[in-house]
């Protein structure tokens, strides 16, 4: 029986090989997510088109006699981060046992390497047998990270205006400011300084350095979401004695996906907490965006399993935990040695 491994660009291989990629991925994403329906193929197809310069993700394809029978992907940044390289390898369920995961890896690991990336990590479902793999390669959990969901009937309408009215009580010095992608350009500057303030968010054990966010950076991510067919919806909390932006929220939603919206970053400046900002800017764009999507039946989200604050705020608006998983992280060689022993 022929196997053979080919590395592919979403951004330009066929679309036929990129529907047969998505057939493929429907199978992760059962394992991962059992409940969940399959990702429409244009969505999953406008998403691998819009690729971010600044985070190339490259993937491989292992066939057996013709057929997908396991992909590997590994995700670097080029800007930052520049030790760390994310890996994943799925095999089929019925392909399973006859070393397909040990081949496929190998030209990741090739590639991370030539990439000089010393440290390796990757995610897996919390609890799964998986885990004793992972800690004979050398890999530690450093990292425990919820998806929630908030699904829209479960809303409370009436705590959202309750948020509202109580922080235009605490808050008289700040406004809201709203926004669809792109930001005007005077604000662009502004907003990828208030952006790192999600360093402060809970990391863990996880090995990365700061995040920061260039105005080119967020001007492609803004170009990635127009060609994905999305809009990017951002709330910003401006203090008005200072004019400083004081805090955000975004919410992404999905021409080609509009039931799935995506709650993307919450933070709030350190010198402007305790003064329920973050549940103000919350409630207002969430109740934004069910009176202009009603076609909005879910909002996902990812939070650090340890980010106790944000995770309260979420738990009250309704939000509930659909998948629970962990960041592994070990000596990149180290795993490499291990994962073909």
Sequence with gaps: MATEITQIDTGTAPESLLRELADYYDVVQAEDMPDDPPTPFEMQLADWRSLLPHLPITRWILRQDGVIAAVAVAVIETEQNLDNGFGRVHVHPGHRGRGFARQVATPMFDYLESQGRTRFDTWAKKDKPVEDLLVSLGLKPVYGEKRSRLAIRDLDRDLMGLWIDRAQERGADYDLQYHRSPLPDHLVDDFCDLAYIMNTAPREDFEVEDEVLTPQMWRDI??????????????????????????????????????????????????????????????????????????????????????????????????KAVHVSNTWQGDLATVRERFRA
């Design 222 to 319: 803004e170009k990635s979401v127009t060609e994905s067919r999305c809009q990017l919806h951002t709330l910003i909390a401006v203090h008005k004695p200072s004019r400083g932006f004081a805090g955000y929220t975004q919410i992404k939603t999905q021409d080609l996906q509009p039931d799935l919206a995506w709650q993307w970053d919450t933070g709030v400046h350190p010198d402007h907490r305790n003064k329920g900002l973050g549940r103000w800017l919350k409630a207002d764009l969430i109740r934004r965006i069910v009176e202009e999507y009603p076609q909005v039946t879910r909002v996902d989200t990812f939070n650090a399993g340890s980010n106790e604050p944000m995770l309260n705020i979420n738990v009250e608006m309704g939000f």
